[in-house]
Nanobody, 124 residues
Framework: DVQLVESGGGSVQAGESLTLSCVAS????????MGWFRQAPGEERDGVAS???????TYAEFVQGRFTISRDSARNILSLQMNSLNPEDTAMYYC???????????????????WGQGTQVTVS
């Protein structure tokens, strides 16, 4: 079975950093479109960052220059380094995997087939 398990969320002060991890099992993340999404209470789910099979990444404008997505194919882990966090970044963060590649990455959620359970990030 395909599983995505996120970790690394927590409560931090504005300006601080967090690194989220997503451990994948049941498939190899190397050749698939991988992404991070987030959803705040009462809000729609937004794409945050995505990476394709050649590690070309795309980012939402609101995290550009602050967040970095990366893939460790050897350990089958997707990460999201988040710097200069601000209260607007408070949300549940979800890891997602497509079952095909996505050239350059995509923040379009229907492109993703598998989702993790989420990890909460709170910035005050």
């Amino acid at each position: 079975d395909v599983q995505l398990v996120e970790s690394g969320g927590g409560s931090v002060q504005a300006g601080e950093s967090l690194t989220l991890s997503c451990v994948a099992s049941g498939f190899d993340i190397t050749n698939d479109c991988m992404g991070w999404f987030r959803q705040a209470p009462g809000e729609e789910r937004d794409g945050v960052a995505s990476v394709d099979d050649n590690n070309r990444a795309t980012y939402a404008e609101f995290v550009q220059g602050r967040f970095t997505i990366s893939r460790d194919s050897a350990r089958n882990i997707l990460s999201l380094q988040m710097n200069s966090l601000n209260p607007e970044d408070t949300a549940m963060y979800y890891c997602a995997a497509g079952d095909t590649d996505c050239y350059g990455g995509t923040l379009w959620s229907p492109a993703y087939k598998y989702w993790g359970q989420g990890t909460q990030v709170t910035v005050s």
